[in-house]
């Protein structure tokens, strides 16, 4: 299932371009829904950061769901590769709850959108093995699939624009010397 989002942050390029990639864990407590963005690694290469990022949720797990869901499957990783010339970021990320079952990868571009604007366009790619999920028998993994995958698109869509609002305002806030 693709993924697709693009916003506008009113801020230049290279404020939110570096932010994106330098400030990361300063943007958490902005961000709904994220409690803390950890940087686990971190290799300097000539056209960019080789970062490994861990996300982790900030969401109460629903009764119903807490004998299959427990707090620390609410993380995962975030493995991005940064080209600084280009200014984009090529990134996958792994649910350790789900490491065979989940793949999702895509890459942020940035544009100058005017002197003081910047646009950000998310392509991704989200696909979930139904058929390796424990407990979904096998004759209805293929059906269930795609419509849990548009379920999910349909869910993260607005957490990746959140996450552009949350840069903007962090921004803000480090111009106005709050941050």
Known sequence: MKINSESRIHHPLEQVYACYRDNLPQ????????????????????AGP?????????????????????????????FAEWDDAAKHVNWRLNIPAFPDQVRCSGRNAFFADGPNATRVILTGDLQINMKKM??????????????????????????????????????????????
């Open 50 to 78: 080789k970062i490994h990022n861990i996300w982790v949720a900030d969401r109460d797990i629903p009764k119903i769901a807490q004998s299959i869901l427990r707090p620390e499957m609410l993380r995962w990783d975030d």
């Open 27 to 46: 943007i958490a407590p902005y961000t709904p829904d994220i409690r803390e963005i950890i940087v686990n690694a971190r290799e300097e290469l000539a």
């Open 134 to 179: 424990p407990g979904v028998p096998r004759i209805l993994a293929g059906r269930i699939a795609p419509k849990l995958e548009s379920f999910i698109v349909m869910l993260i869509t607005p957490n990746l624009e959140k996450v552009n609002q949350s840069i903007e305002r962090y921004l803000d806030d480090k111009i106005a010397g709050n941050a």
